[in-house]
């Protein structure tokens, strides 16, 4: 048994707190969109098709059993990784988890990159914003966060497809890879990581070509980003800055940008990595208007094509899978903080 306090324990008791989390999640999606009145077949597709092929898509997905039969089937097949076949014309007969599969690592992709343009830009500028407070340093920040943090995603994609993609041609204008068939064909998918597959091949023009296409979606989504933890890291530094230790580091001689690093920014991180931790998570779904700016084919475009397409099955696995995705990145977040401040594991 672990011993109360330890890493292991505190780690085993998150994982256990995560499954009512998930279950919650999972029962809120599945009374939106079996309880509320109506449902979802006969949404999606009324005026589309004919009522004896509604009734016979409801008959195929259970839909027409009562809601308490329905729920622990729906459990089963969601712990299984059964979410069905594909209604839609694009993925028709297709099972849902293997299409999804195939685009959640373009996803995942972009969700990194983004993530660490927005942890570089937002953490470095909130670190010069909150050891210089009301310079000018600390002034031109607060002004940027303001700004960026509310200028819409797909106008800044647009933006930088315009001025990056077709003024300078520094950068391609959209997709995941342009390959030549001949000398340039894709990385193998043994990830679906097109970068981490490149390195895995030993292709680093491959690797150049996958990181081309990557730095615009994710400049894109990582400065949208960046203005909140821009404030959030200049918030928590400002706060543990003018701390008591703080004052007596200084009083000892030791040197500004030390106490800022070794002091002041390492106590100010728990609050800042949560964040972090949480808004990876919301990128995730964030990530729909960026896939659509640039035509990235991960989940965000799948989801939108599936709406397009009314697919109801595969709307349900894509929404499932983001609420698997959000709880277990939970989880981590809450073991990375038991690991840098103990006093949380009690």
Not at 153 to 159: E, N
Not at 162 to 179: C, I, K, S
Request: avoid cysteine.
């Amino acid at each position: 048994m672990p011993k109360q306090g330890s890493l292991l324990a505190y780690t085993v008791s998150r994982l256990i707190l995560a499954l009512p989390t998930l279950l919650v999640l999972l029962t809120v999606l599945f009374l939106v969109l079996r309880i509320l009145p109506g449902d979802p077949i006969s949404a999606l597709e009324a005026g589309r098709r004919s009522t004896r092929d509604i009734a016979a898509d409801k008959a195929r997905l259970g839909l027409n059993l009562p809601w308490w039969v329905q729920y622990p089937v729906y459990l089963s097949q969601v712990f299984s990784g059964n979410f069905g076949t594909s209604l839609g014309q694009i993925y028709l007969g297709q099972p849902v988890l293997q299409v999804i599969l195939q685009k959640l690592p373009a996803t995942i992709e972009l969700a990194t990159g983004a993530m660490l343009v927005a942890t570089l830009v937002g953490v470095g500028t909130g670190i010069i914003a909150g050891s210089r407070r009301d310079r000018p340093p600390d002034i031109v920040v607060r002004l940027y966060g303001s700004i960026i943090w509310v200028i819409p995603v797909f106008w800044l994609g647009l933006m930088l497809q315009l001025v990056f993609a077709v003024g300078l041609h520094w950068f391609p204008p959209n997709l995941r890879y342009e390959p030549d068939p001949v000398f340039f064909p894709p990385p193998s998918h043994l990830t679906g990581l097109y970068t981490l597959d490149s390195l895995l091949e030993g292709r680093i023009d491959k690797l150049a070509i996958s990181l081309a296409h990557l730095a615009l979606p994710s400049l894109t989504l990582g400065l949208v980003l960046s203005g909140f933890f821009t404030r959030t890291v200049r918030a928590n530094l400002l706060r543990t800055i003018n701390s008591d230790y703080v004052e007596a580091a200084r009083a000892r001689g030791i040197r500004e940008r030390y106490i800022v690093y070794r002091y002041a920014f390492r106590n100010a991180l728990i609050p800042v990595v949560t964040i972090l931790g949480l808004q990876f998570a919301i990128l995730f779904a964030g990530a729909v208007l960026t896939e659509r700016t640039f035509s990235w084919d991960g989940m965000g475009t799948l989801l939108l094509t599936s709406i397009d397409s009314r697919d109801y099955p595969m709307i349900q696995g894509t929404v499932i899978v983001y609420a698997i995705i959000i709880v277990a990145i939970s989880v981590v977040i809450d073991v990375i903080n038991g690991f840098i401040d103990p006093r949380v594991r009690y």
